[in-house]
């Protein structure tokens, strides 16, 4: 039985080594924390499919960094299957703290069990789980994905105040299963149902990426004989669209109106230039806040269950302004 353990571990341990991406401390193989003063975190990214997982990717290197931190950064490229394999191999090296933002919210009970038996503190960042335990991670740091989804919802009600005619809509998803998909979605249909002229005409995930928010926004396109607006869960999907729509010979933030969620550089571009209408921020940078977390609860001190982030929404006239600042 023991042997058969050991043998799941190293497998573990080895497998995480070939997942593992860029990032200081990259040394898969090594022994974790408990030798000395130094925090080591495990850390298992979503992958890199939108402008916004790069800022918060690079965030999370450089205020480990800066932390004085040794990160295991290991890069999921969209699977659940691997971050559990990532997350096994970092109990394995006995880390001190495992950190890792969800690609999906279901399925995590029996992962994160194991990781509390080897007491190793999780920390959850940028999205959340389901589970009903809630003993089972430290700490959740991360955006209110429902009230990103009811701001969007509140600027299309304002914009179409006072007016009668039927709004049809077109709405993007993230990726099916993922806490912002599942919530920007809801939020954004309790508000807009108050008013029965808005109408979700077609909705379909572009799963978080330029290149799937193109290829759906075509479809919509050819299947849909009158959209009024495009609602895309992040600015990825949104530009993706923007360049079907312009393909179509249509004039996107005019023929039809855009908003997005995230409110990265090439999005408030957009903004900025007209084409989109309006973003609702979600911030990635959540690196310094998450190494302060890890330093917490490394030293046994006690955390808050839920750290939300500070975010704000943009108009066009707003993103001129604020455009020549962003970092991101
Ligand atoms: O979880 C945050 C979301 O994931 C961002 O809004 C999106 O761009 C990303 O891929």
Not at 11 to 16: M, T
Request: glycine share 10%.
């Amino acid at each position: 039985m023991l042997k058969k353990w050991s043998a799941a571990v190293l497998a573990g341990a080895l497998a995480v080594g070939a997942l593992a991406g860029c990032g200081g401390g990259d040394d898969a193989g090594s022994s974790g924390g408990g030798g000395d003063d130094k925090i080591t975190m495990g850390f298992s990214q979503v992958g890199a499919e939108s402008g916004w997982r790069t800022a918060n990717t690079k965030s999370i290197q450089e205020s480990a960094a800066a932390a004085g931190i040794d990160l295991k950064f290991s890069d999921a490229q969209g699977k659940q299957e691997n971050q559990i394999k990532a997350i096994r191999s970092f109990i394995a090296q006995r880390v001190d703290v495992i950190a890792f933002s969800p690609v999906v919210e279901s399925g995590w009970d029996t992962v994160l069990k194991e990781a509390k038996d080897a007491n190793i503190p999780v920390i959850l960042t940028d999205r959340s789980v389901d589970s009903q335990d809630k003993t089972l991670y430290k700490t959740f740091i991360g955006s209110d994905f429902v009230l990103e989804g009811k701001k969007a919802g509140e600027w299309l009600v304002k914009e179409y105040e006072g007016k009668s005619d039927p709004v049809n809509i077109v709405e993007l998803q993230g990726t099916p299963g993922a806490a912002p998909a599942n919530d920007r979605k809801a939020g954004f249909a309790e508000v807009i149902k108050a008013d029965p002229k808005f109408k979700i005409v077609a909705s379909q995930t572009g799963q978080f990426t330029r290149t799937d928010g193109k290829e759906v926004m075509e479809a919509f396109l050819k299947s849909q004989p009158k959209i009024d607006v495009l609602y895309a869960h992040n600015d990825d999907m949104g530009l993706g669209a923007i360049e079907a729509i312009e393909a179509a010979g249509k004039k996107p933030g005019t023929d039809i109106k855009i908003i997005t969620v995230d409110a990265v550089k090439d999005g408030m571009t957009a903004l900025a230039a007209g084409k989109i209408n309006y973003i609702v921020e979600c911030s990635p940078l959540l690196g310094p806040q998450l190494m302060d977390l890890a330093k917490k609860v490394k030293a046994g001190e006690t955390v808050e269950q839920r750290v939300l982030t500070q975010e704000t929404t943009f108009t066009q006239e707003q993103a001129k302004t604020a455009l020549p600042d962003r970092k991101y």
